[in-house]
């Protein structure tokens, strides 16, 4: 008795532990753009991982700066070696949630939606509220995001010598596709 | 007995629907980011410390532009303007076919020499997943002296114009701001001045680089002779020590040195330095590197 009861315990209990519905991503799109007169500056990561919890609409992202990759060598050394101080500070995080959220959203046809967070970059944390979209394309969850961070914010500072070539404002592109968590 | 169950189910589910709470995103996402291999990067800030080569290479598809200057002597006193009448130039061009080999070429004004090199990355130190101690590279490169031959009149070769270099690089980033080399060296000499001179020069370079801020570091390089000077010899050789600061503006990275070194590639400033820091017979440099991505 004691052991059948045991068994669908633990049954129950698993069963729980994995069909809380969250749905992860390990090879999102994270990219940053700065445009300037004088130099693009384009870095691009395709190994951040992001979980979303469909039970509550919270969303996390993680992203190691050592994934980021740019055209020009010399820009991925200044960005871990300068800016980012990546040995410091190795992972840029956020933690959000789609305000609003429906679980309806992640059945439905992309739309827009609005997420606020906390981003942490370099060490910093700050809140912040982007716009998004999500739900389903060609029969897959997709979330993506398009937002401006400054990068004086996260006490990244742009000395004078380079500042008419690293733009003000970075442009933060997102895109994951989600598969459920656990398959 | 009844009662014990009831009490153990309690505890169960108190005790699973803790964990599935604690099981949270973050923890989560921490167990789903893969880890990494954390490869040493920007070990030094140039491909070389200041006369001898560093660990440093350029990566696939980008070129580097140097241009190099030696002036005078300090020695030469105020009649040279101590040293800065007169200067030796090096130009380059240095390419990474890969990310893992890099070929260059040049010419300097010293001896009118033409010079080739080859840069192969074996080892990258790394951390994390893979833990390597130190980074080692090896170099290869052809010096050909362009000169006149001193005399016309008797058969000379061409291959008595060639040196060939053959050098460890052996690094390690020690800390953000300080990282040290090792470059055992090996220098073959077709022809030498006279039968006193060596032909196979034996040397050990010590570098190292400190990092006084994000974009300046303060380097020094020595390299240490192992073929005794001759006392028959008219000319004293000296080790080649030099000491320097890297200065780094996004795509440009000056490197300004004081030297007892003429030469700027090892066949000269390993085995031919014939100024002696304690005889002010100091040089002024600098390098300028500007690299571009093709």
């Known amino acids: 008795m004691l052991k059948k009861l045991l068994i669908l315990l633990l049954l129950v209990a698993s069963a729980g532990a994995f069909g809380q519905g969250k749905f992860i991503a390990k090879n999102a799109y994270i990219s940053f753009y700065s445009s300037t007169p004088m130099e693009d500056i384009l870095g691009e990561s395709n190994e951040a991982v992001t979980i979303l919890d469909s039970s509550n609409g919270e969303i996390v992202f993680q992203s190691l700066m050592s994934t980021f990759h740019f055209k020009r060598a010399l820009m991925e050394e200044h960005f871990n070696e300068n800016y980012m101080e990546s040995t410091k500070f190795p992972k840029a995080k956020f933690k959000g949630t789609i305000e609003g959220f429906k679980k309806e959203m992640l059945t439905a046809p992309v739309a827009n939606i609005k997420i606020t967070g906390v981003l942490n970059v370099h060490g910093v944390d700050k809140t912040v509220t982007v716009p998004g979209t999500i739900g389903i394309e060609g029969g897959k969850l997709v979330a993506a995001s398009k937002f401006k961070v400054a990068p004086e914010d996260f006490g990244i500072v742009i000395p004078s010598l380079v500042r008419d070539k690293v733009g003000k404002e970075m442009e933060i592109t997102v895109k994951a596709i989600y598969l459920p968590y656990g398959q | ?268 400033f390993i085995p031919q330095t014939t100024d002696n820091w304690f005889d002010k017979g100091i040089h002024l440099g600098f390098n300028i590197s500007r690299v571009f991505a093709l």
């Open chain 2, 1 to 268: 007995m009844k009662r014990t169950h009831y009490i153990f189910i309690a505890l169960f589910l108190l005790l699973f629907s803790g964990n599935v709470q604690s099981q949270d995103l973050d923890a989560l996402l921490n167990a789903e980011t893969k880890p990494t291999v954390d490869y040493a990067t920007a070990t030094f800030k140039a491909s070389r410390i200041i006369n001898g080569h560093s660990i440093e290479q350029m990566k696939k598809k980008q070129l580097d532009f140097r241009i190099s200057h030696r002036f005078g002597p300090l020695n030469d006193g105020a009649y040279g303007l101590f040293g800065l009448d007169q200067s030796k130039i090096h130009f380059s061009l240095e390419y990474g076919v890969t990310d893992w080999l890099m070929l260059g070429v040049g010419r300097g004004s010293l001896n009118k020499t033409y010079d080739s090199f080859a840069k192969f990355r074996l080892l990258r130190q790394s951390s994390g997943a893979k833990w390597m101690p130190v980074s080692l590279s090896y170099l290869t490169s052809v010096e050909l002296n362009s000169l006149k031959f001193q005399d016309p009149t008797r058969t000379n070769y061409f291959s008595s114009r060639l040196a060939f270099v053959h050098q460890l690089l052996i690094a390690r980033k020690f800390n953000d701001k300080f990282s040290f080399q090792l470059s055992p060296t090996f220098i073959h000499r077709n022809l030498v001045k006279t039968e006193l001179d060596m032909k196979d020069v034996y040397a050990m370079g010590f570098g190292a680089r400190y990092k006084l801020s994000k974009r300046l570091s303060l380097n020094a390089e020595y390299y240490y002779n192992y073929n005794p000077n001759s006392k028959f010899l008219d000319t004293k050789y000296y080790n080649s020590a030099s000491v320097g600061i890297d200065i780094e503006t996004g795509g440009h990275v000056f490197q300004i040195m004081l030297t007892n070194s003429l030469g700027m590639r090892e066949g000269s």
